[in-house]
């Protein structure tokens, strides 16, 4: 991240501008920084202006607390601001859940995109599920046992137990750990892990939400549900596509959204 700007709160925020074309900000998900989306920035750059960041308490970024939902939708003001005061925005799983409910509280956002938010309503048991892995995550942090936080998110995702251990003894696990009091974050962004149809109802600009083929049902019929609530909204489906989706398959479905 070459350049830095700072949100309402002081927090300062690390980010880089690609590219050429409309502007589009790439908003990561949980235990992801700005380098994890850097690759689809490249498939878009040859169309649009992109913009990747650093969200608070990872990578680059600050972090000021009290931690709310809102000072990362500030923060994704104060990006906005800098990259010229107009801006879509494309988030990926929780971070889609960031950018829709920014483009809800109004912000100069053009139109928006994301990709399989993982809103619990048509997984058995769903609302159950995130009321345990809340409960259980916040007591982890509140410990300082920040492996076991990882691991609570590994689980969530459907991860084996076997590849939780061996990822447990990678050299990867230290970074992961660097980040995890950040799940408390995307996971305050889900809220009660339901799609929350009100605040998606009032959006009033064109919103596309994508899964892969591949994903869980209860995945791709979240999306449909995004894009049946939205007014002005869209489903895509990509064939053969999980929800570690590849850059060289998104990327032209987004740029042609975006750019036209």
């Known amino acids: 991240m070459d350049k830095k700007t700072t949100s309402r709160d002081g927090t300062a925020l690390a980010y880089q501008v ?24 490249q498939r878009l750059a040859g169309r649009c202006t992109v913009v990747v960041y650093d969200r608070r308490g990872r990578g680059e970024s600050g972090d000021t607390k009290p931690y709310a939902v809102e000072r990362e939708v500030e923060d994704l003001a104060a990006l906005i601001d800098a990259v010229g005061g107009q801006a879509a925005l494309f988030g990926v799983s929780s971070g889609g ?3 829709l409910e920014a483009v ?18 048509f997984l058995q048991g ?35 137990e076997g590849m939780i251990q061996r990822a447990r003894q990678s050299p990867m696990w230290a970074g992961m ?47 449909r549900e ?15 596509q999980t929800h570690m989706v590849e850059p060289d398959v998104l990327g032209p479905v987004l740029a042609e959204f975006f750019a036209g």
């Open 18 to 41: 690609t590219g050429q074309g409309p502007t589009v900000i790439l908003v990561s998900g949980a235990m992801s920084t700005g380098g994890t989306v850097a690759p689809l920035g």
């Open 97 to 99: 859940a960031l950018v």
């Open 104 to 121: 809800a509280s109004g912000l100069p956002v053009g139109r928006a995109a994301v990709y399989e938010v993982p809103y619990a309503d």
């Open 126 to 160: 769903g609302a159950e599920r995130e009321a345990t892995y809340k409960e259980q995550l916040n007591k982890a942090l509140s410990e300082e046992r920040r492996g076991d936080a990882v691991e609570l998110f590994l689980r969530l995702t459907g991860l084996a």
């Open 177 to 223: 750990e660097a980040v995890a009091p950040s799940l408390a974050y995307d996971d305050s962004v889900m809220g009660d892990g339901l799609l929350p149809r009100d605040r998606l109802a009032g959006i009033s600009v064109p919103v596309l939400a994508v899964a892969g083929g591949a994903s869980p049902e209860w995945m791709r019929e979240a999306s």
């Open 226 to 240: 995004i894009s049946r609530t939205v007014p002005d909204a869209a489903y895509r489906e990509l064939a053969g």
